[in-house]
């Protein structure tokens, strides 16, 4: 029963370099969500998915992108990474998109930038 | 943006206390949540009260939402001190937004033993 599973817990990257964060869900949840979080605001969407095959820009979309290839998986990628993309990513699922169930969560990722 | 702002950014009490969060909205919105964020870790879900109710309540804590005003309270009624975390307030988008939530930037609490 493992919920939302993110994967890895801790990079570090150089400026220029690309990498891809896995986002894996076991609870057949159709809705799923990456957000990133830095300190002393709350959480900004990036990308989200109402569907398998179906991905849509959140409100920070530049400098990342989005794939749903399998219900289950979520992945993002950052094609050439900055430091303003230093943060701690959540990826979140939901069962049904009108917000009658609540998010559930994974334990983060967290991205420095060099 | 329709994202929620809480209010106070921080709140320190005593254990036994009750504490009272405060989240503003800008847009109408179906939806209103409460999560818990423990320090280093992922959100939790507390609470989902809808834009037809005024009042929720689960085990100790009970949320308000007025929508005339466009604000909810969250209510932790004698407070612990693994009570202590971060609280955001998430608010959907409304009828032609329902699919995503807006997060404020949390309320600190820090529960005093």
């Known amino acids: 029963n493992a919920g939302v599973t993110q994967t890895p817990k801790f990079r570090v990257l150089k400026t220029g370099q690309s990498m891809t964060l896995l986002c894996a869900q076991d609870m057949n949840h159709e809705y799923m969500y990456w957000y990133r979080q830095d300190p002393g605001m709350g959480l900004r969407l990036i990308h989200y998915s109402v569907g398998e095959g179906t991905t849509a820009k959140g409100e920070v979309p530049d400098g990342y992108n989005v794939s749903r290839l399998k219900k289950q998986n979520f992945l993002l990628g950052l094609e050439s990474a900055a430091p303003s993309q230093t943060s701690v990513y959540f990826c979140?699922?939901?069962?049904?998109?009108?917000?009658?169930?609540?998010?559930?969560f994974g334990s983060g990722t967290r991205l420095t930038v060099v | 943006s329709q994202q929620g702002e809480e209010d106070p950014q921080a709140l320190s009490i005593q254990e036994g206390e009750n504490a009272t969060m405060n989240c503003s909205y800008k847009?109408?919105?179906?939806?209103l949540q409460w999560y818990r964020q423990n320090s280093g870790r992922g959100l939790v879900h507390l609470i989902l009260i809808r834009s037809n109710e005024r009042e929720k309540h689960s085990g100790r804590l009970r949320v308000t939402l007025d929508t005339s005003k466009k604000s909810s309270s969250l209510l932790i009624t004698a407070s612990r001190a693994a009570d202590t975390a971060s609280y955001f307030c998430a608010t959907d988008g409304g009828s032609y937004n329902f699919n995503k939530f807006y997060f404020g930037s949390g309320t600190k609490l820090n529960v005093k033993p």
């Open positions: 847009t109408s919105i179906n939806n």
């Open positions: 979140a699922s939901s069962y049904l998109g009108r917000g009658n169930y609540g998010y559930t």
